[in-house]
């Protein structure tokens, strides 16, 4: 956790997202802030819906018509993206921030040799010559642990594996050295064992390259040991921000406690996982109140009548519950009555 | 972190394996098709000797002897002469050259321009879409004889000039297809991760979304060949084509008109030069649209 004085690299302030349908605008993401330092990881956890990966779009201009950002602030090293024009979104994409996307089984053109697909960022933004790209395409491949690197630069994409795909696309976004990464679910497509090599593929990296990264996931046990903080995303919104360790030791959201109830490794026995009862409110009529109210166990009038805002609970740590000092310390049910108060999750 | 590394293998050896999976299972698919392969053959033939007419021609395509006309098929004129005593052998080698061309040019351009059309609205869909769809229909609606007719009572009509009023006249279909293909195209992953990594518009359509279109453009554009000579068959039978005494397949046919009844072979042997070529360019299109997409594609 590098929040010194410094500058963030990735500095995101009241962005809004809306998808103009037919049935009226769809409000993706509402308002959302957070910031990225260098180096840093953060990981944007909600479920399906929630506007996560709508919100790591709208950091590239690469929300899909009808979707538009309508509002915020996208400040990458202090120059806001929204702002740019489309010739200059194309000279950031890629270089200054680049994305890796969930199926590595298609993120690649199945007729390009890998080579080709590996080289193209480089000599699009660094203006270096085939032989210079490609030497270096073969470093990068045998960075990411792909044997025979060299070799394979003339391979198309069917001859690798899912896990090696992804280490390739991983290279690929990495090429021109981003100041931040946005890794939207990763490993999701991939089996466990694999999932726990790209994992720490990207730590190394990381570190090597002091690249900050933007990590979005449905998966809160996966976060645990990857990332250094953790904002929880729900109908749209934040509702809780923590350092990790902070977040699974005090969630002060019950959502959030709801989510860390449901891993499977923080339940106890062997009957079925908590889950939260409910849906996610619809986007089309976002409520006017806490989006949670309607599945939350310690809903009360106030809830159902005024937005809370994302306030500090402790250094670091914010909250938008309006009850969040009655929640207590351990994660537990989403409702009021905690079984097991002394549980830890991890 | 490639400083350090780069050094370790930088002379490899390029094996020369790129692509080599897919395309022996093309070439499996293509060899199974068997009328395919004949076809195949055929057309090999066909271009063959009309590339090699001023070789394989015992007389000169113009030269006319009085003494011999419209002789029934001999040794010394394989397919007889016609109503002037010009070898129809010779003729129909030279006339094929002209046929062919003529086929092989107007697909280039009609599938270029197809291939561009549909592309481009695929991709760019909305507004771009719609004018460029709009047109195309408008295209597809202009009756092309009547057209021809027009035009050529105007213009003096050379083998260039149908190729390309040809070619403008039949690349709505390719258009369609491209555009359809296009449209799934450009919504797979692959096309987003380049947007993500700053790929301009252009090398994504260059790079990503046309390779991966290729197949039913190769389709398609197999199959114009084969319709570019008929048409051009029908407008010098018309008397529209090519002019005298340039020999193509169809204004050959359009000579022997008077005389079909009595002397056949003036009909038979350049209507069966254009039924050949015509019939193994569209068995080629189907062989290769089956080798191309073997029972779906397949992901791997």
Redesign the interface.
Known sequence: MSQAAATPVLDVRDLVTRFETRAGPVHAVNGISYTLHAGESLALVGESGSGKTVSALSLLGLVPPPGRVEGGRVLLNGRDLLGLSRRAWQDVRGKEIAMVFQDPMTSLNPVLTVGRQLTGPMRRHLGMSRRAAEDEAAALLARVGIPDARERLSDHPHRFSGGQRQRIVIAMALACRPAVLVADEPTTALDVTIQAQIVALVRELQEELGTAILWITHDLALVAGLVDRVAVMYGGTLVEEAPVDDLFARPSHPYTRGLLASLPEGSAGTGPLPTIEGRPPDLLDPPSACPFAPRCGWVEQRCRAELPRLRPVAPGHASACWRWEELGGAPGEVGASVEDPGEEPR | ???A??G???E????P???T??GRVFWRELRRHRLAMISLGVVAVLVLACAAAPLLAPYDFDAIDLSSIREAPSAAHPMGTDDLGRDLFTRVLYGGRVSILIGVLSALLGTGIGAAVGALAGYYGRMVDNVLMRVTDVAYAIPTLPLLIVLASYTQATAGSMAVVIGLLSWMTTARVVRSEVLSIKE???V?????????NR?IIG??VL??A?GPIVVGATLAVGNAIILESSLSFLGLGVQPPTPTWGNMLMDAQATMATKPWLTVFPGLAILFMVLAVNFIGDGLQDALDPGGRS??
């Open positions: 972190m490639s400083e590394l780069a370790g293998r930088v490899g050896v390029r094996t394996r790129a692509g999976a897919a797979m992953a692959y987003e991760a380049a947007r993500s990594l700053g790929a301009r090398r790079r990503h390779p991966n290729l992901s791997g």
